[in-house]
């Protein structure tokens, strides 16, 4: 039963982003798009030492990924890929970053 109801939402889920690439469809909540600025240096909040994360839709880094994969294999195979880059790619999420900064500051106010 559950079981069955996984296998349903994961093909509805399929179906969704294939009809939107088939038709060039893009849905509402892939226009939003939350941004983050991290302080690179703490307590400096100039311009040039924040640091920019864009945090998209799931499902538009899904479609992205099922689409480009083999145009981001081979910029990843030629390190062609910025190492700061993160949304999108295996083993990164874009919001790691995050993570890491809150991480270390909390780390630096401890010790």
């Known amino acids: 039963m559950l079981e069955d109801a996984r296998e349903l939402?994961?093909?509805v889920h399929y179906m969704m982003l294939t009809i939107a690439a088939k038709h060039k469809h893009?849905?509402?909540?892939?226009?939003?798009?939350?941004t983050c600025m991290i302080e690179k240096d703490l307590g400096s909040s100039k311009i040039h030492r924040l640091r920019v994360i864009h945090l998209y839709e799931c499902n538009l880094n899904l479609?992205?990924?099922?689409?480009?994969?083999?145009?981001?294999?081979r910029c990843k195979d030629n390190f062609l890929l910025n190492k700061s880059?993160?949304?999108?790619?295996?083993?990164?999420?874009?919001?790691d970053p995050v993570a890491v900064d809150v991480t270390q500051v909390e780390i630096a106010m401890i010790t």
Request: without cysteine.
């Open 9 to 11: 939402i994961i093909n």
């Open 26 to 34: 893009v849905y509402a909540r892939w226009k939003n798009i939350l």
């Open 63 to 73: 479609l992205l990924g099922l689409y480009m994969r083999e145009m981001d294999q």
């Open 85 to 95: 880059f993160y949304g999108g790619r295996p083993g990164r999420r874009s919001i």
